[in-house]
T-cell receptor, first 116, second 115 residues
Framework: AQSVTQLGSHVSVSEGALVLLRCNYSSSVPPYLFWYVQYPNQGLQLLLKYTTGATLVKGINGFEAEFKKSETSFHLTKPSAHMSDAAEYFCAVSDVNNNAGNMLTFGGGTRLMVKP | NAGVMQNPRHLVRRRGQEARLRCSPMKGHSHVYWYRQLPEEGLKFMVYLQKENIIDESGMPKERFSAEFPKEGPSILRIQQVVRGDSAAYFC?????????????FGEGSWLTVV
């Protein structure tokens, strides 16, 4: 069974500072990996995903993530935080061998707070 | 191309009543997923459906919860005899016919409050 761990349920950074949100997964084979963002009282919006190919993936809003197989990690970064980045961020995985669809297993989420 | 549409966005029910949540997938998407988000928690998979078929319901509570995706019309998540613990945000997502790594697209969610 797959699982996703997001270290730090709350992360606070100053505006302009580096954003680092951690995600580690447990899976028998490297899964497909996703980061979603959720603004208050809204649905989830895809930031980026990794399926195959280049392990450094660039997404929307200046975010990127790097798949590190040896560390079973897919940490999300942004060089300079903006106030509008304050939101909840979810890391998720799907099983490449799942013949029953693209079901996602989510981490517990990390709430990013950006201080002026 | 409209996104995943869910309604109602907010629903208040008294204990013991029924809640029906609707989801219309994106155009061209034949796969629907329902997730539940309890307060201060991540999303938990509930059920995966294709038209007229439940493919995986391993995340559905054994009682009171049911889901359908008829040939015509939206997918419906039905909760009978609601209890306070059912208060949560329920998200629907859809995707095209399966290809590995397909993105699934989420709706805005339906917030159920049981009083």
């Amino acid at each position: 069974a797959q699982s996703v761990t997001q270290l730090g349920s709350h992360v606070s950074v100053s505006e302009g500072a580096l954003v680092l949100l951690r995600c580690n997964y447990s899976s028998s084979v490297p899964p497909y990996l996703f980061w979603y963002v959720q603004y208050p009282n809204q649905g989830l919006q895809l930031l980026l995903k990794y399926t195959t190919g280049a392990t450094l993936v660039k997404g929307i809003n200046g975010f990127e993530a790097e798949f590190k197989k040896s560390e079973t990690s897919f940490h999300l970064t942004k060089p300079s935080a903006h106030m509008s980045d304050a939101a909840e961020y979810f890391c998720a995985v799907s099983d490449v061998n799942n013949n029953a669809g693209n079901m996602l297993t989510f981490g517990g989420g990390t709430r990013l707070m950006v201080k002026p | 191309n409209a996104g995943v549409m869910q309604n109602p966005r907010h629903l208040v029910r008294r204990r013991g009543q029924e809640a029906r949540l609707r989801c219309s997938p994106m155009k061209g998407h034949s796969h629907v997923y329902w997730y539940r988000q309890l307060p201060e928690e991540g999303l938990k998979f509930m059920v995966y459906l294709q038209k007229e078929n439940i493919i995986d319901e391993s995340g559905m509570p054994k009682e009171r919860f049911s889901a359908e995706f008829p040939k015509e019309g939206p997918s419906i998540l039905r909760i009978q005899q609601v209890v306070r613990g059912d208060s949560a945000a329920y998200f629907c997502a859809s995707s095209p016919p399966r290809q590995p790594g397909n993105t699934i697209y989420f709706g805005e969610g339906s917030w159920l409050t049981v009083v």
